[in-house]
């Protein structure tokens, strides 16, 4: 194995580790509730119609048939195709240069949409990682299983549709302005690439025939993607901009950087990634029902622009390389102290302070923006006088190393969280619906009532009344004797019953009650500034919350007509609401 290799392969790895670590530990999503639920009804043989994202449905139902419904198997597909992305540099290596390559395969380990998308049970990360994948080995020569890779990327949903919009206005651009690629299209071979996309497109999307109506689903998808034009329905404008922003800053910058070098040079395959980040751009911010996770059809040829900036910028030999090192970590370590400085100015309450002498007092918030704009200004003239005093290009290298450095750890903490595994993840701006809460312990709760009475961790009787939402029923798929009704009926006593309210319920026995949080999801729209800068700093942010309301007929309890010992609610919970008698 080559030292390339060995590189590629790290890189793999370290987008694998990100995409499975705790994957099955991470809180469903309400979407990805109801997609888990097509496939675990899929996977036992009952009626249901296909969703519109066949590719994952079919593939995940294989998960559920071997390994029962869970949300790491739920997940699984998502999360190894999400990581093969990471191998198209490889097969483009001599178009974008060896080490731009090598930067392009890492960043597309660590991005924050595309972990976001990978660690999500649904089939859009199909299209844009097989998708791109597909087209980087066609333009390898290998159109086999270019061929396979892109049957299966079209089966991805409403997002491959998309995916081939941005791609037919980019070509179109192309050859508007008689631009021409290093590889003609005419020169592709298009012969061989075609049919092993039917094979791929018809094969995975019938389950090699035990599911034919994968292809009707798949029709179904582009038929949702047009009504999304009309109906809209998608993520708000501000967490979209707020997403693309906050989170990918480094390729963001980067790459607006090395398209207006590129357009400078008159570079051919920085005009090409530039007018795809512009035809995906557009074309994201005006499809009505967008999701935020689409803006990874803008940041991958960002982070291509960027890897091939970063390459450019320290290219050559430096006799000064040293002082441009010590530079950027006296920077990095100004941008360090600054930032401490901003945690402390908003979360820290502190006393005045007198300054020696008496003359006058200042206030913390003083003191420590004075502290910012000095390590700034402070950073601003080293970089100058280092310019001055050896040479531009030293001081250039060694302010824009101090910003990487601090971008990079910037986009490290952004993609821990984009991953769900921070302490806030119901405050993940890539989330396009509400997070389940307290999931855990409701199960928890219920399978040690089910224990204690019926020696079963799943037989207990559960009636839930008028709430059939796809968490809820995520949540109880493992349970035996579940009913779901519009209202109760006034002569029944079922062991346990879910209510949206808190009122006691009015049936012939006495109920014992306990309150959960079913979802919650954060309302970026209604942040104000404070806010805002709370959860830059913390990822803390007000939460909107669902209730749920567990109701345990109390003779299931100690001193009751049950067998089971007394009932420890889990500390985590709300206050158990007591038992309640019917009423007269």
Not at 532 to 548: D, F, K, M, S, Y
Request: with cysteine.
């Amino acid at each position: 194995m080559t030292w390339e290799k060995g590189v590629y392969a790290a890189a793999l790895g370290v987008g694998l580790g990100l995409r499975l670590a705790l994957l099955g530990q991470t809180a469903f999503t309400e979407n990805e509730a109801a997609l888990a639920l097509q496939a675990w009804d899929l996977a036992r043989g009952v009626p249901t119609v296909m969703g519109p994202q066949p590719g994952y449905l079919l593939l995940t139902l294989v998960n559920f048939f071997l390994g029962g419904a869970n949300e790491f198997l739920a997940r699984l597909w998502p999360a190894l195709a999400g990581s093969l992305l990471v191998l198209a540099p490889w097969f483009l290596r001599e178009r974008l240069g060896r080490v731009p390559a090598v930067i392009l395969a890492f960043a597309l380990a660590v991005d924050p949409a595309l972990l976001a998308l990978s660690r999500t049970a649904e089939g859009g990360i199909f299209s844009v990682s097989l998708g791109l994948l597909a087209l980087a080995l066609l333009a390898a020569g290998k159109p086999a299983p270019a061929g396979v890779l892109a049957g299966l990327a079209l089966l991805g949903g409403p997002a491959a549709w998309l995916g081939l919009l941005v791609g037919a206005l980019v070509w179109l651009w192309s050859r508007w302005g008689h631009r021409k690629t290093d590889t003609p299209a005419e020169a592709w071979p298009w012969r061989t690439f075609l049919p092993w996309l039917g094979v791929g497109l018809v094969g995975f999307g019938t389950l090699f025939m035990l599911r034919p109506m994968g292809l009707s689903a798949w029709v179904n998808s582009f038929l949702v993607f047009w009504r999304g034009w009309h109906f809209g329905g998608g993520s708000p404008l501000n967490q979209m901009v707020l997403a693309l922003g906050l989170m990918e800053a480094l390729p963001l910058m980067l790459g607006w950087v090395g398209l207006l070098h590129g357009w400078q040079r008159k570079d051919a395959l920085d005009g090409l990634l530039g007018r795809w980040f512009a035809a995906a751009l557009v074309i994201v911010l005006i499809y009505p029902a967008r999701q935020v996770t689409d803006w990874v059809w803008v940041t991958v040829p960002l982070w291509a622009l960027a890897a091939r900036e970063v390459c450019r910028l320290f290219e050559g030999e430096d006799e000064h390389g040293l002082i441009s090192i010590g530079q950027a970590v006296l920077g990095f370590t100004l941008m360090g102290f600054a930032w401490l400085n901003v945690v402390g100015l908003n979360l820290v309450q502190e006393p005045e302070v007198t300054v020696p002498g008496g003359l006058t007092s200042l206030s913390p918030t003083t003191l420590r923006t004075l502290s910012i704009v000095i390590s700034f200004v402070l950073f601003v003239v080293i970089s100058i006088m280092i310019g001055v005093g050896w040479s531009r290009r030293a001081g250039l290298r060694g302010f824009v190393g101090a910003l990487l450095a601090a971008m990079l750890v910037w986009t490290g903490s952004a993609a821990w969280h984009s991953a769900g595994l921070s302490k806030h993840p119901e405050t993940n701006l890539w989330l396009s619906s509400p997070l389940i809460t307290d999931g855990d312990l409701i199960r928890g709760t219920l399978g040690d009532l089910a224990e204690w009475n019926v020696r079963s961790r799943s037989g207990i009787e559960i009636v839930v009344e008028d709430n059939a939402s796809p968490s809820l029923r995520w949540l109880l798929r493992d349970f035996t004797q579940v009913r779901y009704v519009n209202a109760l009926a006034v002569d029944g006593t079922p062991a346990v019953v879910f209510t949206r309210s808190s009122q006691p319920l009015s049936l012939p026995a006495a109920y014992t009650g306990q309150d959960f949080v079913l979802q919650s999801s954060s309302p970026w729209s209604l942040l104000y500034g404070d806010e805002w800068v709370r959860w830059l700093i913390t990822r803390e942010a007000p939460t909107q919350q669902e209730a749920l309301f567990l109701w345990a007929r109390s003779d299931l309890f100690a001193g009751g007509q049950g067998t089971g010992p007394v009932m420890e609610m889990p500390e985590d919970s709300g206050p158990v609401l007591g038992p309640q008698e019917a009423a007269p």
